[in-house]
């Protein structure tokens, strides 16, 4: 059967049609320079401002050049101090470790040269005509007319990261090894630039799409503004990406519909609103945006007053797929405890999770590890894990951590400290709080990244946060399968499956063969239609118009939404299928 599952879901932005989206850089140079032409006066000051990983070298050519200026200003080396300043400054952050480093608080400000800055507002100050400013921080050294924010998705910079096409900001670092160029990225110059981006959403005149490399698309910022708005006000769907992995399976390609030539897939992220994007249809055109823009824009609305009072504007639920369906095991691996992650890496939370078990291969011995077996001592697990990461013998997994049975629609709990891995042969839909590169890796079975080198082992940060204590029967009666019944009625059943008392996420699962009513009682719902073909939801007070979501698709109900409901659609009508949601527990 054909796969169903969308990989470019959008928002429609209604009322904004033509007049409001253009593509191409000659349609864009074109309504840039109607507008100059607009403004009766001496001096024109047009600010493109950039979002780090933007290609420069693209913008000069597609716009700033086309413009003609006046004056050109380029704030990267204009403005900003230079390269060994900067990398001083942030040595504490981004740290000597390959993947771990602390959350900046630092802001743009803290890197101008006053001096440079000085020089470069009186050239402005004394020029006549058109002044363009661009790259990162534009709005920093002008109040424009015409303000054009350069945006891109947090997947597209890692790419860019991978291949070498660029560095990272104020960096002269284009091949370095990509884990430590990610590293950067994600302590210091997202936080930076989104820190400096959330004061600015409502400035914006217009949005410049750059995520594909020589096709921009830019919109108004009204459409933009009003895209954001309509998204958080009803059921949505980011978009997902997939990437391969040395331990990855089949099972993606053929139910998400990916390319069959890519010798595998291991991750789908599916829902993880800091990383992924989302789509906006302004008339004719499809602009990509980073999802994190509508949690920093509307918080409230989207996740809750409780929720974003205790998390901030942060989204604090993640949803992603590990498929090693004909593919390998996952590294035996360990997620840091609160305290570890606030001292250590300067987090507010940390990583809570869970496999939920999509699909497992039926004729197989499918299975998880999880825990540590009775008896197992810290002095003996690091010494022999010590032993085998230097080469003295091998690392028998299932001495030390407990082989546990899975099967399809399982559901194993990951509270923060417990020893824990997936199986080959199982499509896990991991459910977890955000915070997403903190896996410490104990034992990665003597494998090489994609990369051809060693993937990042991490017992030392392992060995001060694995709890002993969580050994066979402690596993056993906590964290596998706590399903119990909680409501039902007619057509439907609803068992809470998770997640541990340890962990701020509760998740709850329907099977039905009938309407469902839910209410998201304030804050933001995640779901995955984790059984059957297709359901719709609909609002039963028309607060927004039926939407469709297919197997295996997750979906973000957020918290102004309130009522709705879930029933059978398509060929799914009078089949049983289900749901699993999450949401923060009050």
């Known amino acids: 059967m054909r796969s169903k599952y969308d990989k470019q879901p959008f928002v429609e932005v209604k009322g904004f049609e033509n007049s409001h989206s ?12 109607n507008k100059v032409d607009s403004f009766n006066k001496d001096k024109v000051i047009v600010a493109i401002d950039f979002y780090p990983g933007v290609r420069t070298a693209e913008i000069e050519t597609g716009i700033v050049n086309k413009l003609m200026a006046d004056l050109t200003v380029y704030t990267d080396e204009d403005i900003f101090e230079d390269i060994d300043t900067v990398e001083d400054k942030i040595k504490e952050v981004v740290t000597d470790d390959r993947v771990f480093g602390r959350i900046s608080l630092h802001t743009l400000e803290n ?11 009186e050239k402005i100050n004394n020029a006549t005509g058109t002044v363009v400013v661009y790259g990162v921080g534009a709005n920093l050294l002008v109040e424009p007319d015409i303000y054009i924010f350069a945006d891109l998705a947090r997947w597209e910079i890692q790419q860019r990261y991978r ?3 660029i560095p990272n900001w104020k960096g002269r670092n284009f091949n370095e090894d990509p884990l430590r160029k990610l590293k950067r990225g994600y302590f210091f110059e997202w936080r930076v630039a989104d820190r400096y981006k959330k004061r600015r959403f409502n400035k914006f005149d217009y949005i410049l799409d750059t995520n594909l490399k020589n096709t921009p698309k830019m919109i108004t910022g009204d459409s933009f503004r009003a895209g954001l708005k309509e998204t958080v006000n009803r059921p949505f ?8 992995g040395v331990w990855g399976g089949q099972w993606m390609k053929e139910v998400c519909d990916l390319d069959r030539n890519m010798e595998s897939y291991a991750w789908c992220f599916d829902c993880v609103p800091e990383e992924n994007s989302l ?16 949690v920093l824009t509307h918080p409230r609305e989207l996740l809750g007053e409780k ?10 639920i993640r949803f992603d797929f590990l498929d090693t369906m004909g593919g390998q095991n996952l590294s035996l691996q360990v997620h840091p405890v609160v305290e570890y992650a606030q001292e250590k890496f300067g987090l507010h939370y940390t990583q809570e999770e869970s496999y939920y078990l999509l699909d497992a291969k039926e004729d197989e011995e499918t299975y998880v590890y999880l825990g540590v077996k009775d008896g197992m001592t810290k002095e003996k697990f690091f010494g022999d894990l010590r032993k085998a990461q230097n080469g003295e013998g091998d690392f028998n997994a299932e001495e030390y ?43 990665d079975w003597g494998r090489l990244g994609m990369d051809g080198k060693p993937r990042p082992i991490n017992i030392g940060h392992g060995e001060e946060v694995v709890q002993f204590d969580r050994d066979t029967k402690w596993t056993m009666d906590n964290l596998v399968n706590q399903i119990e019944v909680v409501a039902e009625g007619d057509g439907w059943v609803e068992e809470r499956t998770g997640l541990h008392e340890k962990e701020f996420i509760e998740t709850r699962r329907h099977w039905f063969t009938k309407e469902v009513h839910h209410n998201t009682n304030g804050g933001v719902n995640v779901l995955n239609l984790v059984e059957g073909d297709e359901a719709i939801i609909e609002s039963p007070n028309n607060k927004f118009e039926p939407f469709v979501v297919h197997y295996a698709e997750t979906f973000i109900i957020p918290a102004s939404v309130g009522e ?13 299928i289900a749901t699993i949601k999450a949401y923060v527990r009050n």
């Not at 929720?307 to 604090?316: C, E, L, N, Q």
């Open 111 to 121: 890197f101008i040269d006053e001096k440079k800055l000085n020089d470069v507002k």
């Open 401 to 443: 951590s407990n082989k546990i049975k899975a099967k399809k629609h399982d559901h194993f709990l990951i509270p923060p400290g417990t020893v824990h891995c997936s199986g080959a042969d199982t499509m896990v839909l991991e459910i977890s709080s955000t915070p997403n590169l903190f896996t410490f890796k104990l034992w």
């Open 163 to 165: 291949s070498g096409d």
């Open 564 to 576: 709705y409901t879930i029933k059978p659609y398509g060929d799914s009508v009078g089949k049983k």
């Open 237 to 244: 769907r980011v978009v997902p990406f997939f990437d391969p």
């Open 22 to 33: 253009w593509s191409g850089y000659n349609s864009i140079v074109e309504e840039i320079k």
């Open 279 to 294: 789509l906006l249809k302004v008339g004719d055109n499809i602009v990509e945006i980073p999802s994190i823009d509508a």
């Open 307 to 316: 929720v974003h009072g205790r998390f901030g504007a942060d989204f604090p």
